[in-house]
């Protein structure tokens, strides 16, 4: 993938020459270099170098360099300009940095790739509309896609429905009455449907909540359109899983958008942090790893289906498993929800809501999977190299996956828990002692300290202090990775970066926030023997920036851009 505006010009083979003494008789494997000790050897010689850049490296031992060497997808030799003429032979391509920024390409470890691009989802609403806009939106939507068997959106905000003057139900169905339509709140926990669909999955006042959800009722008792968390969740299976082409829509949006785009800012390892293996997700992934179309590394998290007998499930993701050395993609991971959120009073939390909108047992939200149910899932899937990505954002939620991992756990594992927005300071210390990788979002500005008041109506003043508290779990000795749980943030991490470093009191340091997004990710990969940081022997994942990160301001490093981005050694973006 060698871009030929990159290629060695006879300007810079002159420079080459000049700084590695090289001559019509210069060999093109091996150069005669001297070790410290005066004795001669044979030294490799790169195929690319970068010279004359502020190399920030992230390795602790020698953070900054001005020079990288790399043979093929191998990184040779980290150093100075000095140093590195040893390594330059004739037909090395040499990049001049001049004076840019390189450091370790940017990891994401939690986002959802296919879904945020996916054109399988067929109209977006506004995130905030009147009855009648969102009538003529979603009436627009039916006329426009005349042959979908389901009309599935995107977009509202669950305020938005609460508000309605009318029942969220009887405003859908006076748009769509005659066909099934779903639409996903922005968060992904809700989903307003009407009464089609609700008639096609079997849902009717009399039927029981299912494990991890809630079906909206009006203070009637009747059903209101709003199905919260896993009873959303099973109804969009059934859409999804109606529609011909949703695989190949899957594929176009990760092939034409998610993967240019993610290799645009600097990424390259994600994590899909929700990957529906009965919608098709994982033979897409399959599909474009076999077609050798991949220019990032990617590790699965299988989704928990909670509604799924445990015994069937361990069985199917055992047999999933795959983590070969050689290969992109790894299906290594799995994906847990402990709770649900906090803008639905469905986060787990250790004392009530001051609020009671869906009369949950004591009104301290729900969990999808309980913590005994939890240690079931660890004790059986450990032993065959799984690594479990956990959503907790409730105080109690968090609080009972740290004691699952803890019961459970063999000490070896590798897992997460995401998101963190209410952590019992009690549980701070817990992470570093279990280790257990506390995984934060905070490009998104709800995360600010300005819209934390915005809870308080929910959980009350005390508990709507330092939410997402990163700085805590920092000092307390946590292994802290940053992520943006796209789409519901930018994936952007210069955007992540900038605000984790300027969300004061919870805010932590440039140097923090970058290896949380870098190294720390990479060992939440359980690849940071191989990248992570720019070290001998580790693979040429690298990011070129157009200034040094720590010369910038907190606007100016949200500004940031990428002028090249090399996965395994090879261009995957250049500005």
């Not at 979603?138 to 995107?154: E, F, H, K, R, V």
């Not at 699965?300 to 015994?311: F, K, S």
């Not at 999977?369 to 079931?376: A, G, H």
Request: net charge negative; proline share 4%; charged share 20%.
């Amino acid at each position: 993938m060698s871009n030929p505006t990159m290629i060695l010009s006879s300007a810079l083979l002159a420079i080459s020459c000049a700084i590695s003494g090289c001559g019509s008789d210069a060999k093109l494997n091996t150069a005669p270099t001297v070790k410290n000790d005066g004795e001669a050897s044979n030294q490799v010689i790169a195929t690319k170098v970068f010279v004359n850049g502020e190399v920030y490296t992230v390795n602790p031992d020698k953070p900054w360099a001005q020079a990288v060497a790399l043979q093929g997808n191998k990184i040779i030799f980290v150093g100075s300009s000095e140093g590195i003429k040893a390594y330059v032979g004739e037909k090395t391509d040499i990049i001049d940095l001049e004076g840019k920024m390189m450091m370790p390409g940017f990891h994401d470890v939690h986002m959802h790739p296919l879904e945020s691009a996916s054109q399988a989802t067929q109209f977006t609403v506004p995130s905030y509309a009147s009855e009648a806009e969102y009538i003529d939106a979603i009436y627009a939507a039916s006329i426009q896609n005349p042959d979908a068997p389901w009309l599935i959106g995107y977009g509202h905000e669950i305020s938005t429905l609460l508000e309605m003057d009318n029942a969220p139900l009887a405003v859908i169905n006076e748009a769509v009455k005659n066909r099934p339509v779903i639409i996903m709140e922005q968060t992904s926990h809700s989903m307003w449907v009407n009464g089609k669909a609700l008639q096609l999955a079997g849902i009717n006042h009399n039927s029981q909540d299912p494990v991890g959800g809630v079906f909206g009722k009006d203070e009637a008792g009747n059903l209101d359109g709003i199905l919260y968390d896993n009873a959303g969740n099973q109804v969009m299976e059934l859409a999804m899983q109606s529609l011909k082409n949703a695989k190949q829509q899957d594929y176009d949006g990760l092939i034409e958008y998610t993967m240019p785009e993610l290799n645009k800012v600097g990424i390259t390892s994600i994590s899909d942090a929700r990957t529906y293996w009965q919608r098709g997700h994982l033979e897409t992934w399959q599909r474009v790893a076999k077609e050798d179309n991949l220019t990032l590394r990617v590790s699965l998290g299988l989704w928990a289906y909670p509604d799924m007998n445990d015994e069937r499930q361990i069985s199917i993701i055992k047999s999933l498993y795959q983590s070969r050395s050689d290969s992109l993609l790894k299906i290594n991971q799995v994906k847990f929800y402990m709770d649900g959120i906090l803008v639905n009073t469905t986060a787990a939390m250790h004392e009530p809501y001051h609020t009671n909108w869906l009369d949950l047992y004591q009104n301290k939200g729900l969990n999808y999977f309980t913590q005994s149910r939890l240690e079931k899932y660890i004790k059986a899937l450990e032993p065959t190299g799984f690594d479990f990505n956990i959503h907790g954002i409730g105080d109690r939620g968090i609080h009972e996956a740290l004691n699952a991992i803890e019961n459970a756990s063999n000490g070896t594992a590798r897992h997460r828990i995401t998101h963190l927005e209410v952590v019992d300071p009690a549980d701070y210390n817990r992470f570093g002692k279990l280790n257990v990788i506390a995984d934060a979002q905070v490009a998104g500005e709800f995360t600010k300290p300005s819209h934390w008041g915005e809870t308080i109506p929910l959980i009350g003043s005390e508990r709507a202090q330092d939410l997402v508290p990163i700085k805590s779990l920092q000092r307390s000795g946590a292994r802290l990775t940053l992520s943006s749980d796209w789409n519901v943030s930018t994936f952007n991490p210069f955007v992540g970066l900038s605000n984790a470093i300027s969300r004061a009191p919870q805010n932590i340091s440039l140097a923090q926030a970058i290896k949380a997004y870098t190294l720390n990710s990479a060992y939440a990969m359980r690849q940071d023997q191989q990248v992570g940081s720019i070290e001998v022997g580790k693979l040429a994942d690298l990011v070129v920036i157009d200034g040094n990160l720590f010369e910038r301001s907190v606007l100016e490093i949200k500004k940031t851009q990428v002028d090249m981005t090399l996965l395994d050694g090879e261009i995957v973006y250049q500005r």
